[in-house]
Nanobody, 122 residues
Framework: VQLQASGGGLVQAGGSLRLSCAAS????????MGWFRQAPGKEREFVAT????????YYADSVRGRFSISRDNAKNTMYLQMNSLKPEDTAVYYC????????????????WGQGTLVTVSS
């Protein structure tokens, strides 16, 4: 499985961005995909996750109500719509495929994209 994240950039506070994650394939054992982010000097943290069907989605408290995760199985692509962006959302955003375990734990994800940088100016 290869994951390619894109869509990052520089945006003013209050603005929006949509990230994309294109997957080249899928492991038979995978149960979903998710987004994580890592700000400078901080650990990588969970942002959002979705099941393959899109029927189950979960968000970190810090982004719930502002971010929306979705997927297009026909295009093998996952999205993260980010609205009302804040300076504290500045980070490198990574997409990943989950094999098992809790959706908010990094250890549950085995395949990772290269990351895309989101910078929110105040």
């Amino acid at each position: 499985v290869q994951l390619q994240a894109s869509g990052g950039g520089l945006v003013q506070a209050g603005g929006s961005l949509r990230l994309s994650c294109a997957a080249s394939g899928r492991t038979l054992s995978s149960i979903g995909m998710g987004w994580f982010r890592q700000a400078p000097g901080k650990e990588r943290e969970f942002v959002a996750t979705t099941s393959w069907s899109g029927g189950s989605t979960y968000y970190a408290d810090s982004v719930r109500g502002r971010f929306s995760i979705s997927r297009d199985n026909a295009k093998n692509t996952m999205y993260l719509q980010m609205n009302s962006l804040k300076p504290e959302d500045t980070a490198v955003y990574y997409c990943a495929e989950r094999q098992s375990g809790s959706y908010y734990r990094r250890e549950s994800y085995s395949y990772w994209g290269q990351g895309t940088l989101v910078t929110v100016s105040s």
